[in-house]
């Protein structure tokens, strides 16, 4: 199995980027697929996820509207737009893989199963 998260870079605040994250390896529909983001300073916390149905659920402490996650069953892709960044968005933003059976989604990075190498998010101000 393999994760490879992309799109990251440098954007000024209230920019935007689109994060991908390209899966192989595993059947991707049976699969939550989860976006977290860490810093040097913090743990590895949990930013969305979306559902094997296509449900959504966001970080309601920072995301506020910003951002919205998506998958491509077909193209076996989940992406992260970002929009109107502020520079406390700057971190490595990672995507996870869940294959769950008993609930919809965790927002707990534990329970993932497959990580991406994860992709540099720096945002100035």
């Known amino acids: 199995v393999q994760l490879q998260a992309s799109g990251g870079g440098l954007v000024q605040a209230g920019g935007s980027l689109r994060l991908s994250c390209a899966a192989s390896?595993?059947?991707?529909?049976?699969?939550?697929m989860g976006w977290f983001r860490q810093t040097p300073e913090k743990e590895r916390e949990f930013v969305a996820v979306v559902t094997r149905s296509g449900g959504t659920i966001y970080n309601v402490d920072f995301v506020k509207g910003r951002f919205t996650i998506s998958r491509d069953n077909a193209k076996k892709m989940a992406y992260l737009q970002m929009n109107s960044l502020e520079p406390e968005d700057t971190a490595v933003y990672y995507c996870?893989?869940?294959?769950?059976?008993?609930?919809?989604?965790?927002?707990?990075?534990?329970?993932?199963?497959?990580w991406g190498q994860g992709t540099q998010v720096t945002v100035s101000s």
């Open positions: 390896g595993l059947t991707f529909s049976r699969y939550v």
């Open positions: 996870a893989a869940d294959h769950r059976i008993v609930t919809d989604y965790s927002t707990s990075y534990g329970e993932y199963d497959y």
